[in-house]
């Protein structure tokens, strides 16, 4: 029975990633970049596991670069912009700090910033129109939102960003921030006609400290600093072999029979919000959100009912906080989207992986009417 509900967060590393990542330590030791035989073979495992990852995500493996995660692809794009000639830039309201982060720095580098409302969770296209200017050079709108699991329409609003583009004589990158998509909703990063997007392993049973960003053109993109000229210059340092091979093993074993799996989360899913409608909570997730994650507004402070329910064993967040790093942050996105202050202090996240069960979510349930409307 698990009754681990916070895996929006982070997940366990599954058994077979850890396999992967002993076994990738003890055999291919050797620095990848190295010239003798073992950094060879040890070239050729990153190479194979980037083949691996990149087919899974269904992307080209050239465009596909490891980085210790999402925080750091983002860091990677936003970084190399802030050093660049200053333009505009576009971001949602409902992005996660490794993103919103990067505003302050980049107005005092002399950018303008803009922030899109998601009124509902949702970044409207004609909201990304209106802020659309000959000097936009960056657009960042995430996916999945970590918060309330809204999917963004990101098809449309690529080609909303393509469709201004062609009376311009530079092109604006579209960067989206995919950690909640992959392995949990349908993404093809291709299709979308994104510029570049992150990933953090550790969401899908994967390693911590390994992730990887796409680049859909990394011949138009200049990192600020190449470094040791890794990752061919756009992230520098000793690649971190095994923790790819476990990022590469646990993608894997995530995506094998992932319809199934993902309708199998939706089942449980709509179970957990049935619960809550059944006591009248509002439910803060839009209707059509990733099934990995449910937002609701508790009846009491979020920090207290996350306390009422881990006192019964059960591990969800509160979705004002997130973590007790970003305090705010969940509050932040919660008022963003329009709603009221008194539920967004309340807000509860429950976030479901594939090692979700039904007799946790029956554990879930029955504590959830226990707890009721609170003392
Ligand atoms: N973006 C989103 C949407 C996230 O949920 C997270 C992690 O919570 C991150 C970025 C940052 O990921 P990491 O801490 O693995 O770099």
């Not at 692809?73 to 000639?85: D, E, G, K, P, R």
């Not at 510029?195 to 990887?212: E, T, Y």
């Not at 923790?243 to 074993?253: D, N, Q, T, W």
């Not at 996350?306 to 906080?321: D, H, P």
Request: proline share 4%; net charge neutral; with cysteine.
């Amino acid at each position: 029975m698990n009754l681990y509900f916070d895996a929006a967060a982070t997940t366990p590393l599954s058994e077979k990633a850890l396999e992967a990542y002993i076994k990738t330590e003890r055999e291919f030791f050797a620095n990848p970049s190295s010239l003798h035989k073992e950094g060879v073979k040890a070239h050729k495992e990153l190479e194979r596991n980037r083949a691996e990852i990149a087919d899974l995500i269904s992307v080209p493996p050239a465009s596909l670069f490891f980085t210790s995660g999402a925080t750091e692809s983002i860091a990677a794009v936003f970084s190399s912009f802030l050093l660049s000639t200053p333009g505009k830039v576009i971001i949602s309201s409902i992005e996660h700090d490794a993103v919103s982060s990067w505003l302050r720095p980049l107005e005092r580098s002399g950018w303008k910033t803009a922030m899109l409302k998601a009124k509902g969770g949702i970044v409207r296209k004609e909201d990304l129109e209106a802020e659309l200017t000959s000097d936009t050079r960056l657009v960042a709108i995430m996916s999945v939102n970590n918060v309330t699991g809204a999917v963004e329409n990101i098809k449309e609003l690529v080609e909303t960003v393509r469709s201004y583009e062609k009376g311009l004589k530079h092109r604006i990158f579209f960067f989206s921030d995919s950690v909640q998509a992959l392995g949990k909703i349908p993404f093809d990063p291709v299709a979308l006609g994104i510029d570049g997007a992150s990933f953090s392993a550790h969401k899908i049973n994967g390693p911590r400290g390994i992730g990887a960003l796409y680049l859909r053109r990394p011949e138009a993109f200049t990192a600020i600093a190449p470094a040791g000229g890794q990752e061919k210059g756009k992230r520098g340092g000793t690649e971190n072999l095994p923790a790819i091979a476990g990022f590469r093993a646990a993608l894997g074993e995530w995506m094998d029979g992932a319809e199934e799996r993902r309708e199998h989360i939706k089942m449980l899913s709509n179970r957990i919000k049935d619960a809550i409608n059944g006591l009248g909570f509002h439910i803060l997730s839009p209707a059509d959100a990733s099934p990995y994650i449910i937002s609701f507004a508790s009846p009491l402070p979020s920090e207290v009912y996350t306390r009422m329910l881990s006192e019964r064993g059960i591990s969800v967040s509160s979705g004002s906080a997130c973590s007790n790093n970003t305090k705010g942050e969940g509050e932040r996105i919660l008022l963003s989207m329009g709603i009221r202050s008194s539920e967004a202090k309340n807000a509860v996240r429950i976030s479901l992986s594939n090692g979700s069960d039904s007799d946790g979510v029956d554990e879930l349930i029955k504590a959830i009417k226990e707890i009721g409307h609170g003392r």
